[in-house]
């Protein structure tokens, strides 16, 4: 059974850091491309950032150059670190890993509120 488990979340002033994690377990973590994506009430759910099985790394022009999204394969995790943040930051974030051939999974996601 696959499972993502989200954590780090939290509330935090402007200006501020988070550093978020998705620990996955029931797949061979390394061979999966993985993504964070972020949500508010009312709109779409968004891309944050991705980042595929070779380390190749994408980010929403919103969040480049104050978030970094990493992986470490031995601990089947993936990570965003989120500096700078600001209240536009806002939301429910959530882990989210694929394969090439096999389906999309989802974690249960976490709350970043950044208020002061």
């Known amino acids: 059974q696959v499972q993502l488990v989200e954590s780090g979340g939290g509330l935090v002033q402007p200006g501020g850091s988070l550093r978020l994690s998705c620990a996955a377990s029931?797949?061979?973590?390394?061979?999966?491309?993985a993504g964070w994506y972020r949500q508010t009430p009312g709109k779409q759910r968004e891309l944050v950032a991705t980042?595929?099985?070779?380390?190749?790394?994408n980010y929403a022009d919103s969040v480049r150059g104050r978030f970094t999204i990493s992986r470490d394969n031995a601990k089947n995790t993936a990570y965003l670190q989120m500096n700078s943040l600001k209240p536009g930051d806002t939301a429910v974030y959530y882990c989210?890993?694929?394969?090439?051939?096999?389906?999309?999974?989802w974690g249960q996601g976490t709350q970043v509120t950044v208020s002061s």
């Open positions: 980042i595929t099985s070779g380390g190749n790394i």
């Open positions: 989210k890993v694929w394969g090439s051939t096999t389906r999309a999974y």
């Open positions: 029931g797949i061979i973590f390394s061979i999966y491309a």
